[in-house]
């Protein structure tokens, strides 16, 4: 059955960073698009990153861009988000998404398939 597992949450400290994983199974992964969307205590779910299906174009929301980094390896069938310069107001859980068309993003109601997500707490 379809799967996206993610990994990589936990406990980190303010100005430090996360790596955080995800794996497919289940359906053909390189040709969808990919990306993470987070939801932390009390507020909705919101678009991180973004990527295509090759890799090519990348997307990110503004309170991420510059510190955070989406990548893919089609034949692993995972997609990684690098955290970096961590902030209390990161905290929240991280769920992967797969998309049939990177133009679907940042819209949640466009994904195909989701992930249960994996916790990011950051202490100050």
């Known amino acids: 059955q379809v799967q996206l597992v993610e990994s990589g949450g936990g406990l980190a400290q303010a100005g430090g960073s996360v790596r955080l994983s995800c794996a497919a199974s289940?359906?053909?992964?390189?040709?969808?698009?990919a990306g993470w969307f987070r939801q932390a205590p009390g507020k909705e779910r919101e678009f991180v990153a973004g990527i295509a299906w090759n890799g090519a174009s990348t997307g990110y929301t503004d309170s991420v861009r510059g510190r955070s980094t989406i990548s893919r390896d089609n034949a692993k069938n995972t997609t990684i988000l690098q955290l970096r310069s961590l902030k209390p107001e990161d905290t929240a859980v991280y769920c992967c998404a797969a998309a049939h068309e990177y133009a679907g993003f940042p819209a949640s109601g466009s994904m195909a398939y989701w992930g249960n997500g994996t916790r990011v707490t950051v202490s100050s």
């Open positions: 289940g359906f053909k992964f390189s040709s969808y698009a």
